[in-house]
């Protein structure tokens, strides 16, 4: 037992005898966190993406314009923060193909206060998203990403025990499900076990038939939602307007919320992580509804009057 | 009965709407003269008889303004949230003097 130890020992003590010492960079730590840009851990919601608000000296972002307002440019709609045109991070022009959209961009940017805060300007950042495309995603990887979470829904997972929640999940779940079985004529099982439910062939093309049917930009905030929700069906039940985003964020997080009951409420943790998940679930079934054909202009030439 | 229901929920969703608006605009400008305010107040006017125009859901268009005033309310709670807990991150020195350690010293 000893002797293993021993050599090991030795070993190490002739391996650094070999290399030079390092001196210990406390100046690299430090720079990584005043630099400041990844730090915050993603999980905590009340430091989550801080790093939006900085820019590249790592100084918050002051508010630079007085007024918001929309412009119509051939068919689409710019958004103009006194006299300038708003552009995305990457310099593209920024365009939106919807008014009530424009419109709520707009209001966006004027209710910041002092500083920017990129973290609470969800329309403006799905926007970006499909002007830049930064991660060169085409339609059929942002499909395949939505259906991922079709095996791995959350409303189709129960748990066993307690009893009184599985009653709950049984409650507050089956009826949505039910509603997506009948909507979509499809079969869909849930399941007790780690194990991913057995999906049909024939609801998966129902379902992929349906994602696709949503242009590039209503896509880009469908999948938002979902990666959210972490469900598709409550995503289509939220653009079917047959659940308010309250109830679909309330049911994407049931089992916190029956541990809650139990275990108590932490107010800076649950409360903001509620508020969190409903700005941007609301924010992606917006940018759906909005994007969707029969609100957004395709013309590029004339602008057909809406509702 | 059921359509005074829709009445009073739509007077509902305006209210608060507008309440809203007026807490995230410009305190300079009156709110009746901003373009968004005028948008939303047009919607309620077209939509006065009935949601139903252009083959619309049934509830399609409350929803859409319940769905904006859900966003806007809980942006501005979890703003709330973090002003009334926010606190200071401790510096590295101040987190190894925490447990009795001191930070080493830097080589050149």
Sequence with gaps: MAAPMNTCKHLIRTLTRIRKPKPINVCFIRKYKTGGEFLYSVQD????????????????????????????????????????????????????????????????????????????????????TVLDNPMQRSRGDIVRGVLHFLETDTILYRSTEPQEFL??????????????????QVE???TTS???????ENTEEVITRKVNSLNDWALVGFQYGVENLKSIILMLAITDKRLTVEKAVQLARL?????????????????????????????????????????ATTHKTTYSNQT | MANQQ??????????????EMKITANPKEKLYDTPVFQYIANQFREHQVT??????????VMMVGQTYLCMLESLRKSEE???????????????????????PTVDH
């Design chain 1, 45 to 128: 919601p009340l430091l989550n993406s801080h790093w939006l608000s900085q820019n590249k000296t790592g100084q918050e972002l002051k508010k630079f314009y007085k007024n918001a307002s929309i412009v119509q440019n051939q068919g689409w709609f710019e958004v103009n923060l006194d006299q300038r045109k708003l552009r995305t991070p990457t310099g593209n022009l920024f365009q939106v193909p919807s008014e009530p959209l424009a419109l709520a961009i707009a209001t966006e940017w004027n209710s910041q206060k002092e500083t920017i805060k990129r973290q609470a300007m969800h329309l403006t950042t799905l926007s970006n």
């Design chain 1, 167 to 184: 009653e709950l999940q049984k409650q507050e779940w089956d009826p949505v499900l039910k509603w997506f079985r009948s909507s979509y």
């Design chain 1, 188 to 190: 869909l099982d849930s």
């Design chain 1, 194 to 200: 780690l194990m991913p439910p057995e999906i049909p």
């Design chain 1, 255 to 295: 089992e916190t919320l029956y541990q809650t009951k139990i275990w108590g409420n932490v107010q800076w943790h649950h409360d903001v992580d509620i508020y969190q998940l409903q700005s941007r679930v609301a924010a992606a079934a917006l940018f759906v509804h909005w994007c969707s054909n029969d609100m």
């Design chain 2, 6 to 19: 829709k009445v009073n929920l739509g007077r509902l969703l305006y209210k608060r709407l507008s309440r």
């Design chain 2, 51 to 60: 949601t139903q125009k252009l083959c619309k859901g049934q509830n399609e």
């Design chain 2, 81 to 103: 949230l973090a002003q009334m807990y926010k606190t200071t991150e401790r510096s590295i020195e101040q987190s190894a003097n925490l447990v009795g350690l001191k930070l």
